[in-house]
């Protein structure tokens, strides 16, 4: 047992004796269920594997990968597991907590997946002042986003393209080297197909100059379909490693009735629809409805989703029996005032079509919103500031580490079946989730001695809870474990959950101040539908989603 000193005055120290790591009593007992004469073989981890971990495929060389992970340290014996390894391997990397690698079906059309999806993909900070790089849009590739978005506007001289927030203070950024980026950047975490959205601010001759650039940066990689009139969208299967644009076409003639019935995204009908969105008007100007024909054809013909609201305002898009599948963009406000009238028409055009959601022009300090009101109505794409932080982001984060974090979520069946989902009725329980948090560590590693607390070792606590539907959301939290780098809760909670499809298990490590000014510990938000039950390791992440290097929990789950 070692020992910590704080420094108080000048003259006096705290001295804290420090404990051993050491499994909590649980594992200790669960061991000697799983072991002879305490070794644990080969056949006897197979087994806990199976029968207490819920991992009912797993083999004896799924076993022997554990052995061979712990080989390196000095406490493995050729014989099997001693209780110190089993621990080491159930606080490790190997027993995480989420079914590992792309496993959902990927070759449904594009509308049936949730996407990834950023907003201002370019902004480095809040959406007046920071400064427009691609460095942003570096790093949400990077984690798995799949869809960026660019804001086109002329530059000073009227001759060149640069990716800002208009009517703002923001710096802008060329836009070729946005696309550079993108290009090199597209496909290291996911080799799932990634959306380029334009919101296009940009007279017809910088619309060909567009069309050069982003033909040229992209070559092979750049989706082009064979016609502009899709019945459905393609497959992420079937667009691995493509790049696709999505924008409203520059302009469209009279001659198609279809094409009568569509007007820009941001004339939507005021009785239908209000919005504090002013400053955002997304993906452009007003589509023209003129009798010329396109006078860009090469911009056209970059467009592979496209993106427009039918004339006349809410109601005609919902009920409008289309021949051909787009991609519509609303606020979050927008959104909510539709889904009070229109819950399941909403549910029944993302079956097919694509509906964007993205925040509300208030939000300067690149904040964000409840993304279920979007997911609940199958809206595949829930743009976020990803250069932000807080609860809403980690969710975010939190819902797109299923299958295998690469940037496509399948949406449950209930959103896709012909006996439309109603998101405003309040369902039985299905499933209840008992979480069992255990014990924590790390943090001595990972923060300095004195960065909860000048004069002690920090005092934690867990906060766990539900995101999901309004039924589901329940937050509950453990006790403060007084003075300990290694706190040891071993206190469990119960979860009723409704709609299991969409719950996110929320948790958050606090280290207590009696000013109620509790400071941060880490947290990490799973998907409830890909947890693995069983005693898992649950790595922790900063504020910003990064995960750290060796603080975890150990928590165990159960689904009944």
Request: with cysteine.
């Amino acid at each position: 047992m070692s020992r910590q000193s704080f420094k108080i005055c000048f003259c006096f120290r705290r001295i804290f004796k420090l404990r051993a790591l050491e499994p909590p009593e649980e594992v200790k007992v669960l061991f000697d269920q799983y072991s002879q004469n305490g070794i644990m073989s080969l056949d006897d981890l197979r087994g806990f594997l199976v029968e207490f971990q819920g991992e009912y495929s797993a083999t004896r060389e799924d076993a022997q990968a554990i052995f061979n992970s712990l080989k390196h340290l000095n406490i493995f014996s050729r014989r099997g597991l001693h209780l110190e390894a089993f621990f080491r391997y159930l606080l490790g990397d190997l027993n995480g907590p989420l079914s590992a690698g792309v496993h959902h079906d990927m070759t449904q059309p594009l509308a049936h997946y949730f996407m990834f999806t950023g907003h201002n993909s370019y902004l480095t900070g809040n959406q007046l002042s920071s400064d427009s790089s691609v460095e942003p849009i570096i790093k949400a590739l990077g984690k798995g986003v799949r869809v960026i978005e660019l804001d086109l506007w002329p530059g000073s001289k009227k001759d060149a393209v640069e990716v800002r927030h208009g009517g703002t203070l923001t710096n802008p950024v060329d836009l070729l080297v946005c696309l550079k980026a993108i290009k090199d950047n597209a496909f290291q975490a996911s080799e799932y197909p990634v959306v380029i959205t334009f919101e296009d601010h940009l007279p017809e001759n910088l619309q060909a100059q567009v069309a050069e650039m982003v033909t040229k940066t992209f070559g092979d990689m750049l989706y082009r379909p064979e016609t502009d009139q899709l019945q459905e969208f393609p497959s992420p299967e079937s667009l691995k490693k493509k790049v696709m644009i999505s924008t409203k076409p520059p302009k469209e003639s009279k001659t198609s009735s279809k094409k009568e019935q569509w007007n820009g995204e941001a004339a939507a009908s005021k009785s239908d629809i209000e919005t504090s969105d002013k400053d955002e008007v997304d993906d452009g100007e007003n589509l023209q409805e003129d009798e010329e024909e396109m006078t860009v054809p090469e911009y056209m013909h970059l467009i592979s989703i496209h993106a427009g609201k039918p004339k006349g305002g809410l109601q005609n898009w919902l009920s409008i029996d289309e021949r051909t599948v787009r991609r519509l963009s609303l606020s979050e406000q927008e959104l909510e005032n539709a889904t009070r009238r229109h819950g399941t028409d909403i549910v029944r055009f993302t079956q097919r079509n694509l509906l964007r959601v993205y925040p509300k022009g208030t939000r300067i300090t690149s904040s964000n919103y409840n993304p279920f009101v979007g997911w609940a109505h199958g809206a595949q794409m829930v743009a976020f500031n990803m250069q932000g932080h807080g609860k809403h982001l980690w969710v975010m984060q939190g819902m797109f580490k299923a299958n295998g974090g690469c940037g496509y979520v399948k949406k449950p069946e209930f959103l896709l079946s012909n006996e439309v989902f109603d998101p405003s009725r309040v369902l039985q329980v299905k499933k209840i989730l008992k979480v069992t948090i255990y014990m924590g560590v790390g943090w001595d590693l990972d923060f300095r001695r004195t960065h909860f607390d000048m004069y002690s070792p920090p005092d934690f606590f867990v906060k766990v809870g539900i995101a999901g539907v309004p039924a589901d959301k329940n937050m509950r939290e453990t006790k403060a474990i007084e003075d300990d780098w290694q706190p040891v809760w071993n206190q469990s909670f119960e979860f009723k959950l409704t709609v299991p499809e969409l719950a996110v298990l929320r948790i958050t490590v606090l280290e207590y101040d009696t000013s109620g000014q509790h400071d941060f510990g880490g947290q990490t938000c799973l998907p409830i539908s890909e947890l693995r039950t069983g005693i898992r390791a649950i790595p922790l992440h900063d504020r910003r989603g990064d995960k750290y290097k060796n603080t975890r929990l150990l928590v165990q789950f159960e689904l009944n």
